[in-house]
T-cell receptor, first 112, second 111 residues
Framework: KAGVTQTPRYLIKTRGQQVTLSCSPI?????VSWYQQTPGQGLQFLFE???????NKGNFPGRFSGRQFSNSRSEMNVSTLELGDSALYLC???????????FGPGTRLLVL | ELKVEQNPLFLSMQEGKNYTIYCNYS?????LYWYRQDPGKSLESLFV?????AVKQEGRLMASLDTKARLSTLHITAAVHDLSATYFC???????????FGTGTRLQVFP
């Protein structure tokens, strides 16, 4: 079974731009969560989608948004990029609620 | 606010030695996860502990959970170089899929 895939793997943007990251969960998984990992703040929860509905949201500004499609694929969008948004963005999927989440390889975003 | 603390943050151990990583969390949760992350890589699931007193073992790693003490441990037995990685514990809160991660413990095993 293929794992969680994320595209692109690497991205360089400049301040003020916006970016869209994509995540394809493991086949059959309905829940997709997004996390941001930085050396200073560690791993932080962004949001979680289940059957196209956002169920949980972390403490991030409104510039961070996401959505999930009917095939469970998910995208997250960051608008008006700031230098502090440079991070590894990890997507995780799980088949249902409160079970192990399986992480993708991540998208490394660098904001200049 | 839920806090998840791990100690030590950094651990350098000799091959063949035993050691324990501790994970404390500040609110009630009946579900705790351990993940491993190699440099530049993603997170790999190691264990999920679902109830008080749960113990799981895989190879040289053994994890346990004490929900009353809000403490989980990851015990390493006879460490080998391949175990060098960063280990994270995570708890979910409010019966959701929102995982709160610990700070991570960077483990280096040397000959």
């Amino acid at each position: 079974k293929a794992g969680v895939t994320q595209t692109p793997r690497y991205l360089i943007k400049t301040r003020g731009q916006q970016v869209t990251l994509s995540c394809s969960p493991i086949s059959g998984h309905r829940s997709v969560s997004w996390y941001q990992q930085t050396p200073g703040q560690g791993l932080q929860f962004l949001f979680e989608y289940f059957s196209e509905t956002q169920r949980n949201k972390g403490n991030f500004p409104g510039r961070f948004s996401g959505r999930q499609f009917s095939n469970s694929r998910s995208e997250m969008n960051v608008s008006t990029l700031e230098l502090g948004d440079s991070a590894l963005y990890l997507c995780a999927s799980s088949p249902d609620t409160r079970v192990t989440q399986y992480f993708g390889p991540g998208t490394r975003l660098l904001v200049l | 606010e839920l806090k998840v603390e791990q100690n030590p943050l950094f651990l350098s151990m000799q091959e063949g030695k035993n050691y324990t990583i501790y994970c404390n969390y500040s609110t009630t949760s009946d579900r705790l996860y351990w993940y491993r992350q190699d440099p530049g890589k993603s997170l790999e699931s190691l264990f999920v502990l679902l109830s008080n007193g749960a113990v799981k073992q895989e190879g040289r790693l053994m994890a346990s959970l004490d929900t009353k003490a809000r403490l989980s441990t990851l015990h390493i037995t006879a460490a080998v170089h391949d175990l060098s990685a960063t280990y994270f514990c995570a708890v979910d809160i409010d019966n959701t899929d929102k995982l709160i991660f610990g700070t991570g413990t960077r483990l280096q095993v040397f000959p």
